[in-house]
Nanobody
Framework: QVQFVESGGGLVQPGGSLRLSCAVSGSIFSIYRMGWYRRTPGKQRELVAT???????NYTDSVKGRFTIARDNAKNTVYLQMNTLKPEDTAVYYCNVVLGDTIKLEYWGQGTQVTVAS
């Protein structure tokens, strides 16, 4: 079992910033990749940003230059610094972790709401 503790969501005005955190614990044997996804009503969940164990990052185009993903391996924690937020960033943000080497297991956090509005 893998447990998640997500924090940092909330309400922010356009142009503002938020920092999401996600700490994972439990049966953590080898973290391959951690990341953040988001979903808005009526849409499928989409990738926001991921970071591998080798610190290779990947961002969806709409957040490049505004969001930064980072991880603390010692704490099994991934962060998402979100700057210059826009109303279209409003969504439920989900933490994701992929464990393993040849065989990979994927787990999801419960989600945290981010609302960007005046």
């Amino acid at each position: 079992q893998v447990q998640f503790v997500e924090s940092g969501g909330g309400l922010v005005q356009p142009g503002g910033s938020l920092r999401l955190s996600c700490a994972v614990s439990g049966s953590i044997f080898s973290i391959y990749r951690m990341g953040w996804y988001r979903r808005t009503p009526g849409k499928q969940r989409e990738l926001v940003a991921t970071i591998t164990s080798g610190d290779v990052t990947n961002y969806t185009d709409s957040v490049k230059g505004r969001f930064t993903i980072a991880r603390d391996n010692a704490k099994n924690t991934v962060y998402l610094q979100m700057n210059t937020l826009k109303p279209e960033d409003t969504a439920v943000y989900y933490c994701n972790v992929v464990l393993g080497d040849t065989i990979k297991l994927e787990y999801w956090g419960q989600g945290t709401q981010v609302t960007v509005a005046s």
